[in-house]
């Protein structure tokens, strides 16, 4: 084979070899020195927040305590620049979450003084996902009412998180007027965590929250409806109970009788329940079974005990947890129930059940 | 003839160096974008009560298989996890060591009739225990599967919450990895997984199962361990979550919801790296399906594993990845360049299959052929020099861009000493170490043409972690 030297015909390549081994040496260098100058710059940013954090600190204390005589410093006297605007938000927010009452209100104060809230509104108007959410987040703790329609605008953002800060910060803006933006959007939001939408309303109050909640299952589809009845725990008992019965009596979705059973309150709502623990419908008789066990009546042991040799594992499961809490049978009673069950699941299940209670107590 | 022969494999190598650089200084660029936009959220995210108010309740699967020596440690760190709701289901594979019985006497375990749907197939289970200490613990004890996947699929047959995730026994989490784990998942509804960076335990302090200082190993393999993490997490994931192609959620921590895992059929008992295999199959189940869904990643350090610091443990573990990399892109083949598979298809599969699976093949045949046709004389020594070096630096590259990534997102190596350390580790780590990983590499390349199946693996545990 013939000596192919550095001049040959295959010198382009090694040519191309010696560009890219130099180009990735060279870019080596670079990306070390780049790596020192992110580390020297690092250290300067942590020592600037920490200077930033302690001048905010003891302000944000005096504002909260009271403190000098309950006078509040101004952005003359105190500018806010907009280098230390992030870290001043964070630490507001955070306190501000904590307080209520009259401290809040100094708080809210120092914030108006300082230019806050013209600031957490260009923050909310930004992309930036971050920024938004402190903007969105600040003015809700401002209670900012010329917001409103800002934050509005907000809960139908894609980002879930966005969103429901936005519906967060609109109770605490208005929540009379929040109630009525929200109620609707919970409906076709299912990817805002249920416990959070219930904290969320719950802050509004059940006088607030009845009505629109009502209307809004009323009007809404089946499966909006039923999504909707999770909530309806946050209505007064009677706004409740009338939701309730008029889908218990009226409405045929199996989703939606499953919700009702779920939120029904009283045997007054119930004329179906010997029809419902034997719907076709499998979830419909696990409601119908927990709904029993809610009720705690002991003339209901015989409908349970048909509904622990159930088919469906979690029937079985709600029956036997009804059936165990039932607060006139004793654990003997309950014993001797599960000897007389023919079906094997019937006496699995209840012997889960048992054990369950034992552990609890 | 021969001259012409040696030109165009000459090309053949060039281009394919360049390709898999530019391919991985691509990944890198995405990544540095991602990764600055994530921190500065981050940094104005972390204490936002917007965050921690909103949760979402997370099941942690611990599948354990003769983990005697560090199970309870291990469990009662995880229970001390900060997040407001969550279960720790442990699935005990049907150990031959006293496993059970620690965890039995450690958490006061009593056997409960637990009565569960096998909603993902598995081995049987035998019992089921809860603690009377903690009320958030549960025990599966089970017969043998042979592998980590059955255990994991017993974990989510039996577990409540909408989310799960498969920890290893011995991972080390860090106290709030769940709340930034489940942050996929709050910024976007379509989410169906999510994971994390994995870190290298080995030179750190641990205290209680948790990680109480941050060092660099002394063992030479694990500390070149620490680079490939910080390559593989840093650009290797984080360069592929924009385009929506993370085809890796590592084992060892990965947050899933629990009807995507049921949807797909949970881990493959067959698979050999069941956590690609099972990213792989969503991606090819989502797009069969046309829905749409969203693999998020966090360059965040979620979880601390022990690297291997001996020659044989870490030879049978990249064997074994490979292997598991082969099979799990040929049990999902529909996903090549397939026109329903976006950049999955056309991005992310073509770039394991030539750089990652074939990659080893065409290193091997490279120099191979560089050293013959040095020898025979058709090319000089210092041309094969040329194309040795080219290689090499190109490697440094990358492995000192992963470093900056490091310092520019989570720095965790904090101390100069430990800069210059590792690299120091990025130098050295291409004078023997990369071809050895091309050499188990190709070995489990040759093991998944010829089908040969892998069991659970236990890797000996480094001295320098253990608990305090």
Redesign the interface.
Request: hydrophobic share 45%; glycine share 2%.
């Given at each position: 084979?013939?000596?192919?030297?550095?001049a040959?015909?295959?010198s382009a390549?090694?040519s191309?070899?010696?560009w890219?081994?130099v180009a990735?040496?060279s870019?080596?260098l670079l990306?070390?020195l780049?790596?020192l100058e992110?580390?020297f710059r690092?250290r300067q940013g942590e020592r600037h927040r920490a200077r930033v954090m302690e001048r905010w600190r003891s302000i944000i204390a005096a504002a909260v305590t009271g403190a000098e005589g309950g006078a509040l410093p101004t952005a003359a006297s105190h500018p806010l620049p907009r280098a230390e605007r992030?870290e001043f938000l964070?630490l507001w927010?955070?306190t501000r979450?904590m307080v209520e009452g009259a401290a809040a209100e100094r708080l809210i104060e120092l914030a108006g003084r300082l230019g806050v809230p013209e600031a957490a509104r260009g923050d909310a108007r930004q992309k930036?996902?971050?920024?938004r959410?402190?903007g969105i987040?600040t003015l809700g703790h401002l209670r900012d009412l010329p917001s409103f329609a800002l934050v509005q605008a907000a809960i139908d953002d894609d980002?879930?998180?966005i969103s429901?800060?936005a519906a967060?910060a609109l109770i605490e803006i208005d929540p009379a007027r929040a109630v009525d933006a929200l109620i609707p959007r919970v409906a076709s939001r299912?990817?805002w965590?249920r416990t959070?939408v219930f904290?969320i309303l719950q802050k509004a109050g059940s006088t607030l929250v009845g009505e629109p909640l009502y209307r809004a299952i009323r009007t809404a589809a089946d499966t909006d409806a039923a999504h909707l009845l999770q909530f309806a725990e946050l209505a007064e008992f009677d706004v409740r109970d009338a939701i309730c019965a008029e889908i218990l009596a009226s409405r045929e979705e199996p989703e939606l009788i499953a919700a009702a059973l779920k939120a029904a309150s009283g045997y007054s709502q119930m004329p179906r329940l010997d029809e419902l623990v034997q719907h076709p419908a499998w979830y419909i008789r696990m409601q119908a079974a927990r709904f029993i066990g809610r009720m705690g009546r002991a003339e209901d042991v015989g409908r349970l005990e048909k509904l622990l040799a159930d088919s469906e594992?979690w029937v079985r499961?709600r029956a036997a947890r009804a059936l165990v809490r039932l607060p006139r049978l004793d654990r003997a009673e309950i014993e001797r129930i599960r000897e007389r069950q023919q079906d094997p699941y019937a006496r699995?299940?209840l012997?889960?059940a048992i054990?369950?209670a034992g552990?609890r107590q | 003839m021969s001259a012409t022969v040696v030109q165009v494999v000459e090309w053949v190598f060039l281009a394919y160096f360049v390709g898999i650089n530019l391919a991985y200084l691509g990944q890198n660029l995405v990544a540095v974008r991602t990764i600055r936009r994530y921190v500065r959220g981050a940094a104005i995210d972390d204490d936002d009560p917007a965050y921690s108010s909103v949760h979402l309740p997370i099941s942690l699967v611990v599948p354990a298989y003769n983990e005697s020596t560090s199970i309870v440690t291990s469990i009662k760190a995880l229970l001390q996890l900060e997040y407001p709701d969550f279960e720790v289901v442990v699935v005990n594979d049907g150990s031959k060591d006293d496993t059970l019985e620690k965890l039995i006497r450690a958490f006061e375990l009593y056997p409960y009739p637990e009565a569960y749907r096998n909603q993902v197939p598995c081995k049987p289970v035998k019992a089921t225990y809860r603690s009377a200490r903690y009320r958030n613990l549960r025990v599966v004890d089970k017969v043998n599967g042979g592998c980590k996947a059955d255990a994991s699929n017993a974990g989510i047959n039996i577990c409540r919450y909408p989310l799960v995730t498969v920890v290893d026994a011995d991972g080390i989490l860090q106290r709030d990895s769940l709340k930034r784990a489940v942050r996929p998942f709050l910024d976007r509804a379509d989410t169906v997984a999510a994971g994390g960076a994995i870190r290298i335990a080995n030179g750190c302090r641990l205290r209680d199962g948790f990680l109480e200082e941050v060092g660099l190993p002394r063992n030479f393999l694990a500390l070149v361990q620490v680079i490939e993490y910080l390559r593989a997490f840093l650009f290797g994931r984080m360069g592929w979550e924009p385009l929506g192609a993370v085809m890796i959620v590592s084992g060892a921590f990965g947050v899933f919801r629990r009807t995507t895992l049921i949807e797909v059929g949970g881990y493959d008992p067959n698979a050999v790296g069941e956590d690609m295999e099972l990213v792989t199959r969503i991606h090819r189940k989502m797009r069969q399906q046309r829905r749409p869904y969203h693999i998020g990643f966090i360059p965040d350090p979620v979880c601390w594993t022990d690297a291997p610091e001996s020659l044989k443990d870490l030879a049978s573990q990249r064997t074994r990845w490979h292997h598991g990399l082969g099979q799990a892109l040929m049990l999902n083949k529909w996903l090549i360049f397939n026109p329903r598979g976006g950049t999955v298809s056309w991005l992310a599969i073509p770039f394991y299959l030539i750089f990652e699976l074939l990659g080893p093949v065409l290193e091997t045949i490279g120099a191979i052929f560089f050293v013959t046709a040095a020898l025979f004389g058709a090319i000089s020594w210092p041309e094969a020099g040329i194309f040795l070096l080219m290689s090499l630096s190109l490697g440094m590259l990358l492995s000192i861009s992963a470093i900056m990534l490091e310092e520019f997102s989570f720095p965790m190596y904090r101390k100069p000493r430990e800069l210059a350390k590792l690299y120091g580790a990025a130098l050295l780590e291409n004078f023997g170490y990369r071809q050895l990983t091309v050499w188990w590499r190709l070995k489990g390349f040759f093991r998944w043409i010829l089908r040969r199946r892998h069991k659970w693996e236990t890797i000996t545990r480094s001295a320098s972690v253990g608990s305090g």
């Open positions: 084979m013939p000596d192919l030297a550095f040959s015909a295959s390549a090694v191309a070899a010696i890219a081994t990735s040496l870019a080596s990306l070390l780049y790596t992110l580390r690092r992030a964070k927010n955070l979450n930036r996902s971050a920024a959410l402190v987040r980002n879930p998180l429901i800060t967060e299912r990817d965590p959070h904290r594992w499961y699995d299940i012997g889960q054990v369950e552990s | -």
